[in-house]
């Protein structure tokens, strides 16, 4: 957190979890029981509280699917799910903003919780102006704002304290400058990319060129960031729907451009 609206944000956003879960309120005493405890006899840092609390490391799939950025496209969701199955993943991770911009956010939601689609938390998630039932409110304001396994980062738009788009070469090195680390994925930007940590001039990553619907081998020595594009809408004049697959066996990130149906607001149909 980088400001004190953040902090109040976030602290009213687990109030109102915390209200709705009579189990969740039971554990938010402990856990303040615990914080009291350690404060009071130094015994640990905050900043280590996660990794102390945390529970043993999920094993990752093998083929993993990232999307991103759906805002309310629940006919294109359905499109790429389709796409997902076909390709053979073993799971599915959202990197946020279901909501917003199309006809269809309720049924987004839905659709994302009934298959168990482990989501991060997007911007429009937070602040919008949909109309909600109130607990699937809760439920996008209970989303965390990244999560990370075994040196694998998901996350909205960046994990500096101060988040930027990350969508150029510059703002990528200051990512790596700052984060650890072994393969970072961000959604915000609506169109897909790679960035490598190893490259040939200081102060710019790397912008590895990929042909779409294959897969780019990653260097295991390296580090990157994929950007995976988005459901919703794009931001350049591909006019497809787009997500990305990491397969954990053949250390390989595919970026995928599929037919479907886009919103409106797609750059390519201006």
């Known amino acids: 957190m980088a400001t004190p609206e953040e902090y109040a944000a976030a602290l009213e956003a687990l109030k109102r979890r915390v209200e709705a879960d009579p189990a969740a309120a039971a554990l938010a005493r402990e856990f303040e029981r615990i914080l009291r405890y350690e404060s009071a006899h130094g015994l640990a840092d905050a900043s280590d509280l996660a990794s102390r609390l945390s ?19 629940h006919d294109g969701l359905l499109a790429v799910l389709e796409d997902i199955q076909r390709q053979g993943c073993e799971r599915i991770v959202c990197l946020g903003d279901l909501i917003e911009g199309g006809p269809d956010n309720e049924g987004v939601i839905d659709t994302l ?15 919008n102006d949909v109309e909600l039932p109130q607990e699937m409110r809760r439920y996008l ?29 510059v703002e990528a090195w200051n990512v790596f400058d700052e984060s650890a680390f072994r393969l970072l994925f961000v959604g915000h930007v609506h169109v897909p990319m790679i960035f490598g940590r190893r490259c040939d001039a200081y102060g710019e990553a790397r ?30 004049l591909v006019g497809k729907l787009r997500y990305a697959i990491h397969d954990s066996g053949s250390q390989t990130i595919e970026l995928r451009a599929i037919e479907g149906p886009l919103l409106q607001l797609d750059y390519s149909r201006r």
């Open 55 to 73: 529970a043993p490391a999920v094993p990752r799939s093998r083929r993993t699917a990232v999307i991103s950025d759906i805002h309310g496209n």
């Open 113 to 127: 919780r009934r298959l168990g689609v482990a989501s991060v938390r997007g911007n429009h998630d937070e602040w």
């Open 141 to 169: 304001l209970g989303l965390p704002e990244v999560t990370v396994e075994e040196g694998v980062v998901y996350t909205h738009i960046s994990p500096r304290a101060r988040r930027r788009t990350i969508n150029h070469a």
């Open 207 to 236: 912008a590895h060129a990929f042909d779409y619907n294959r897969p780019v081998p990653l260097d295991p020595g390296d580090q990157y960031i994929v950007s995976v594009g988005s459901i919703g809408y794009g931001r350049d």
